[in-house]
């Protein structure tokens, strides 16, 4: 009568065989029609494996096919089958996640809803948008241009919004905006049995009973499958520009940022950029005609309604910045500028790699994304660049300081695996003491995270997350393995 | 194996007898003390009745005691207690909700944990704040008056943050900083079995598995108790102004608080009062020396760090304001004239009360509470109005505009109780048809809500929320049939 599941307490799980596998995909294929199926070796390959790499699926984990059905009542249908016949499934959307969120550790059915891309409904006057799972984000804002409104997060390009929610994704905006759970009002979910519910209607504020659109996003399909979403948008911000901010001391530059949300004003980006970030860029010549200061940066995206109030907010700003030992303050306004700018922060994973290979030719990276208290920033980065430069591995770090969230982009040729797995796992141990999470944004998939997990949120809340993933999926076919173990017999470990 | 729970499907609760209730209550009295609990009858009624009584208790509707833990694992320990002798736990705070949220429908333990109330630690460069349950939230207001901080919510006087969470309650200033959802960061929680967890640590922003947080929050005491909470701060807002402005037509006001959204400006409030709450307020003479016009009022507060963007924002407020036909703009800065405005927003349900007793000396008012598409407002409020009227009910209207938010204060003597009744009802249900929902604040408790609810989300919805229920609460001791039912051989009606 426990309100918590001990993985020990568990039997492992059991999938169907073969044979049974293979009549429900032909039941599927007549559900979905035969165009929209697929069993060919290099889709299955992609569904299982990011174009990063980082957390690499083992040899046999890809999935019997994958499907691509076009309607909420098609996914409900194949889910169904699934959950009669036992079979895994493991849904999919825009494939940009980089923990091994699509990695299919019992195999079974792909249903990837890249084909349900529809934008169902605009309220325009109520700054809110239905849509399906498979719509990209940036095809989403791309949509809302001329309504001079935009959906908050900025995740990696690409992203749908499927995958945003499962992933509770964020971006560069996410200061201003917040995660994807704060940008949505409702969504329609599969259940592992089948069912379809609605967590709500299009409130804007609701105390009507458990927050299921919440329990959902971030939950990495292992509680359900979206079908579609109501998110809420936002108005465009008018007469934005970019602050950068070049700081000789980390400490500083996390003071400014505490001393800007102390001041009252509204930041739409509070990014950071690390002085080694900054010398691979200049040594790459990656950064167009602009000179950058080798030092630290701070990039600040601002915005007001009225010049008046740009200039007041901009004045803030730059005393905020000088008065925490900041330099080389300058105000990009046009737009080329403010491009070049954001290039330079949107590339950095790109650009720190290219500037690896050139002193180790066989260089990997592996970004890391915890998160901690704003305060904590300058103990989590002195910390453990100091450990990785011990170690000789180069590093280069940089993130979203306005919520500190930290990638450090760990550097290393194959040798180093090993050391640079170890240390990157200390960093997270260290951002768990400073009272933050292995993840900000990313999420846990199947990555080493899962086991740091327990360490930071405690082995029962973990048990509690179990106790709700089998309440909605008794016979865990849903995502198995996600987040957290669901079978005493798994010993997957993403790097062995 | 379904992911849902249909109420048909299970047994009536049974809980412990009257023997083993007195004899736990030896035992639990030995964990707190004899001095922290207590059956006086006075208690036991005040810890049934909240003072409005708009849902009131039955005859034997009250606890077997109260208990005051002053610790975690005080709480822990006596829900242990519970859990194992099978006897119902309600947990109290400040008392104010109002839908019955902590009748006993099965008599047992009262938990207040209103002596729980320390502020645990301030990290005043995190903007965030540690405390416990009983902490009120105009209190921790006071206490952060001297750091320039505050807490987000304003619900009514009185309530303290474990219920504000329990609730997901909020208030006026919900249109700039969310509900109480939006403003906490990670909760210590005993589970029904006395298992203790923390749903997460401070970090602002994490993608680390399923969101525990929010769904405790509004959970409404049915899965656990809130014994710590870290909460999300906010700077003051700096030279605040409450812009009045007044309509003919409701549409307008909408209209208005919609361009207001398009004109990217911040409001700290969106409140909107009709033409019959103010009729009441110049009637009763209630609103101080100024003369109140008697059309609808939009009462917005504004605020800017600096002064020059308050007047750029008073102006888009204005020209906004004018577009849409609103007149008679007004913008109070003092603080004593602000005072006196904000002071009729804030009596208006005594207000209306006081004015309808002089034609009607035995009325009583009902507050309603739906919460509907800012879109949706005017035909909520016209054909709301209109069907009271036609019933020859009075009614006042008032609300939080920019969240849709509705208060309907319905006035009628006690033999219209019955007709007011379906017509609250009738507004709910218009609300579900205007894509909104029955409760924008207060929480469902025990109200009539409750069936609402299932016309709302659906049944499967609600048959889920059964399921996380009884995951969490194996035996349905926590707070039951709250928000929905759990025991298909009850069938009570809160006013019948």
Redesign the interface.
């Given at each position: 009568?426990?309100?918590?599941t001990k993985l020990h307490d568990l039997k492992p799980l059991q999938f169907a065989s073969e044979d049974t596998i293979q009549s429900a995909m032909k039941n599927i294929s007549q559900i979905v029609g035969p165009d929209n199926m697929t069993v060919s070796k290099s889709e299955l390959d992609n569904h299982s494996t990011d174009s990063s790499n980082f957390v690499p699926p083992k040899d046999h984990e890809r999935p019997h096919c994958i499907v691509y059905p076009t309607s909420a009542e098609q996914v409900s249908q194949i889910v169904k089958i699934c959950?009669d016949e036992n079979i895994p499934v493991v849904p999919y959307s825009g494939g940009t996640a980089i923990e091994g969120h699509f990695i299919p550790t019992h195999r079974g059915i792909c249903i990837d809803v890249s084909k349900m891309n529809k934008i169902v409904q605009l309220?325009e006057?109520?700054?809110?948008v239905v849509v399906q799972p498979g719509v990209g984000w940036m095809e989403l804002n791309e949509y809302l241009e001329p309504y001079?409104l935009m959906f908050g997060p900025d995740p990696g390009p690409g992203a749908m919004i499927g995958g945003i929610l499962a992933?509770?994704?964020?971006g560069t905006n996410?200061v201003r905006y917040?995660?994807a759970?704060?940008n949505v009002l409702s969504m329609t979910v599969v259940?592992?049995?089948g069912?379809?519910?609605?967590?709500?209607?299009?409130?804007?504020?609701?105390?009507?009973?458990?927050?299921?659109t919440?329990?959902f996003?971030?939950?990495e399909g292992t509680?359900g499958i979206v079908v579609e979403a109501t998110l809420k948008l936002h108005?465009?911000?008018?007469n934005e520009v970019i602050a950068m901010i070049n700081f000789k001391s980390i400490t500083d530059a996390t003071?400014t940022v505490?001393g800007l949300?102390?001041?009252?004003?509204?930041c739409n980006a509070l990014e950071f950029m690390d002085d080694r970030q900054m010398l691979a860029i200049s040594e790459m010549g990656t950064g167009g005609e602009r000179t950058w200061s080798p030092h630290h940066l701070l990039l600040i995206k601002l915005s007001?309604?009225?010049l008046?109030?740009l200039?007041?907010?901009i004045?803030?700003v730059k005393d905020v910045g000088i008065e925490n030992n900041g330099f080389n303050i300058e105000i990009a306004k046009d737009d080329e500028t403010k491009e070049e700018i954001w290039r330079v922060r949107k590339t950095l994973l790109w650009n720190s790699l290219q500037w690896a290979k050139k002193v180790k030719p066989n260089a990997t990276i592996l970004p890391t994304?915890v998160?901690?208290?704003?305060?904590k920033l300058p103990e989590l980065i002195t910390k453990t660049m100091d450990r990785l430069n011990d170690a000789d591995l180069l590093a280069t770090a940089a993130g979203?300081a306005g919520?500190?969230?930290l990638h450090v982009l760990v550097i290393f040729e194959p040798d180093q695996a090993k050391v640079a797995h170890e240390l990157i796992n200390e960093m997270s141990k260290l951002a768990?003491e400073l009272?933050?999470?292995?993840?900000?944004?990313?999420?846990?998939g199947v990555s080493d995270?899962r086991e740091l997990?327990e360490q930071?949120?405690?082995i029962?809340?973990?048990d509690?997350?179990r106790?709700?993933k089998?309440?909605?999926?008794?016979?865990g076919i849903l995502n198995p393995d996600h987040?957290?173990k669901i079978d005493p017999s798994e010993d997957r470990h993403p790097f062995s």
């Open positions: 009568m426990s309100s918590t959950h309220h006057d109520d700054l809110d001079n992933t509770n994704a964020s996410a917040g995660a759970k704060d259940l592992a049995d069912t379809i519910i609605k967590t709500k209607n299009r409130p804007r504020k609701s105390s009507n009973g458990y927050n299921l919440n329990l996003v971030g939950s509680l108005v465009k911000p008018k003071k505490s949300f102390k001041s009252g004003i509204t007001s309604p009225n008046n109030s200039n007041d907010v004045k803030t994304d998160c901690v208290p704003v305060s979203h919520d500190g969230n768990i009272d933050g999470t292995v993840s900000g944004e990313h999420g846990i995270k997990l930071e949120l405690g029962e809340t973990i509690l997350m106790t709700i089998f309440a909605l999926d008794k016979k987040i957290f």
